[in-house]
């Protein structure tokens, strides 16, 4: 039985592309959709003949508003998964709630290190020797989900943020798509806080 997902960008999308390229079996991509309407990436679902939106954020008053809208448009395509790839609005507790144990994030560290912003930098500048990713579940709390999977890159001693950023997002592109996976084959069970990987099923 094929799963409905819904992929939310704010940018080019670079995570969102990889996962529809690594073509999941029985992932049905039901839609992009992005708060700013120029997105690159809603241009590049389109082209693959994606269903794409767009609901511009700041023609709402309020952030309970814009995701209120924004939850009715996602549940018209009736979605077995939301993933945030490049989404760059911090979510309500409402809206979070709604899809609870079906959203997921990628956050650039290792989680709990370095939350919300200029997450490489900051790890630079406590002098971490590794940095990297981490694929969750999204709950109220901001990157303070469940986790799914993480993937570590070493920093090495000149890195700069851009050059962290650059070896972080590569494993991105790696782990993102695996999670999806991993949610599309019904494996990941939350207990408590923790997200265990089941075995494949035949």
């Known amino acids: 039985m094929s799963k409905n997902i819904v992929i939310l960008v704010s940018g080019r999308g670079s995570n969102m592309r990889k996962i529809v390229e690594a073509a999941i079996p ?13 997105a690159e990436g809603l241009t ?12 511009d954020h700041r023609s709402f008053d309020s952030r309970d508003a814009f995701d209120a809208e924004l939850a009715r448009l996602i549940d018209s395509y009736t979605p077995d998964l939301v993933v945030l790839a490049g989404f760059m609005r911090i979510l309500t507790p409402t809206f ?3 899809y609870a144990g079906r959203l997921i994030n990628v956050h650039p560290s290792l989680l709990p290190s370095f939350t919300g912003l200029n997450t490489h ?11 990297g990713c981490t694929v969750h579940f999204v709950t109220a ?4 989900g469940p986790i799914i999977a993480q993937a570590a ?3 090495l001693e000149d890195d700069t943020a851009e050059q962290l950023a650059a070896r972080v997002l590569q494993e991105e592109h790696q ?3 695996l999670a999806v996976r991993w949610f599309v084959e019904d ?8 997200v265990r990987v089941g075995p494949t099923r035949a």
């Not at 930098?121 to 590794?130: M, S, T």
């Not at 709390?141 to 303070?144: A, G, I, K």
């Not at 494996?187 to 923790?194: D, F, K, V, Y």
């Open 121 to 131: 930098q900051r790890a630079i500048d406590e002098g971490v020797k590794l940095a």
């Open 96 to 98: 979070v709630n709604h």
């Open 175 to 177: 782990l993102y798509p």
């Open 44 to 55: 590049w679902a389109a082209e693959r003949g994606i269903a794409t939106a767009a609901l």
């Open 141 to 144: 709390e901001l990157d303070h």
């Open 187 to 194: 494996r990941l069970t939350i207990e408590g806080h923790r």
């Open 26 to 38: 029985d992932a049905r991509i039901a839609a992009v959709i992005s708060n700013r309407p120029a």
């Open 153 to 155: 890159v070493p920093v």
